[in-house]
């Protein structure tokens, strides 16, 4: 079993930054992919950035130039730096990752822009 554990969500202005952070720990063996997720009220879960174990990575396009993931393998951790935040950016934020086939659910950090 692996649990994931998120920190660094908050409140900021439009404009400002944030960085997330997910651990992942318990029974690992490698870490595979690892993503950032969001989901807004009344909207469905998206996929906001994902990174490999080598280091690729892909970015839904809305957030492309303003987000940043990255990942440190030895601490199984991935971080999502967020820059130039805009309110629709809003939401609950969740980890994911894949330990030999099977998807891992943090329980998310709210991430919250006001105008």
């Known amino acids: 079993q692996v649990q994931l554990v998120e920190s660094g969500g908050g409140l900021v202005q439009a404009g400002g930054s944030l960085r997330l952070s997910c651990a992942a720990s318990g029974r690992i063996f490698v870490i595979n992919a690892m993503g950032w997720y969001r989901q807004a009220p009344g909207k469905q879960r998206e996929l906001v950035a994902s990174i490999t174990s080598g280091g690729s990575t892909n970015y839904r396009d809305s957030v492309k130039g303003r987000f940043t993931i990255s990942r440190d393998n030895a601490k199984n951790t991935v971080f999502l730096q967020m820059n130039s935040l805009k309110p629709e950016d809003t939401a609950v934020y969740l980890c994911?990752?894949?330990?030999?086939?099977?998807?891992?659910w943090g329980q998310g950090t709210q991430v919250t822009v006001s105008a």
């Open positions: 994911n990752a894949y330990e030999r086939g099977k998807g891992y």
